[in-house]
């Protein structure tokens, strides 16, 4: 357990309103994550955090903004959210080498 | 453009039999692989990993066998449980940079009693 939670679990929206995901950890790690998991795709990154304030973009971040001003906090931004942003959004944290541990997940749905 | 693939969505394995899954890449700066898996509404586990260094890991009934001149890999189950039942990620990473991952489609394992 890498002492990951994320909130809301669940959440469903209308197009074109905003939306906040939030990621906590209890472990001090550097390295914060956000994934998204679609069928046919697997885990896309999204953007990843190496530090407070010290973020980048990853496969998948049009669309996507992140801020981290704490290291046990990584938020994830849908400014104006779409249906093609309906997905189950997943937190991960590196420990370790290169292995990283996920959250449970927020399954969002934008109607 | 997928840089892991899986190629098989699915595979049935009777209990106590060996499962293979298995797992293609194609940027050859890939130098570290896992296999993770998750269970349904639950985030994916990590469950074992190999460094470009060596051509085989073990950890229990979990092997995974990488095939560099192939840029494939390879993760054996045995003997395979009912509670093995799954679906199975592979990903990749450089061990420069932020170490991101990119995993591939995934396989769904089902062990039948």
């Known amino acids: 357990d890498a002492g990951i939670t994320q909130s809301p679990r669940h959440k469903v929206t209308e197009t074109g309103t905003p939306v906040t995901l939030r990621c906590h950890q209890t472990e001090n790690h550097r390295y914060m994550y956000w994934y998204r998991q679609d069928p046919g795709h697997g885990l896309r990154l999204i953007h990843y955090s190496y530090g407070v304030k010290d973020t980048d973009k990853g496969e998948v971040s049009d669309g996507y903004s992140v801020s981290r001003s704490k290291t046990e906090d990584f938020l994830l931004t849908l400014e104006s959210a779409t249906s093609s942003q309906t997905s189950v959004y997943f937190c991960a944290i590196t420990q370790g080498s290169n292995e990283q541990y996920f959250g449970p997940g927020t399954r969002l749905t934008v109607t | 453009d997928q840089q892991v693939k899986q190629n098989s969505p699915s595979l049935s394995v009777q209990e106590g039999r060996i499962s293979i899954l298995n797992c293609d890449y194609t940027n050859s700066m890939f130098d570290y692989f896992l296999w993770y898996k998750k269970y349904p509404a639950e985030g994916p586990t990590f469950l074992i990993s190999i460094s470009s260094i060596k051509d085989k890991n073990e950890d229990g009934r979990f092997t995974v066998f990488l095939n560099k001149s192939a840029k494939h890999l390879s993760l054996h189950i045995v003997p395979s449980q009912p509670g093995d039942s799954a679906v199975y990620f592979c990903?990749?990473?450089?061990?420069?940079?932020?170490?991101?991952?990119?995993f591939g489609t995934g396989t769904r394992l089902t062990v039948i009693p």
């Open positions: 990903a990749a990473s450089s061990q420069t940079g932020a170490n991101n991952l990119f």
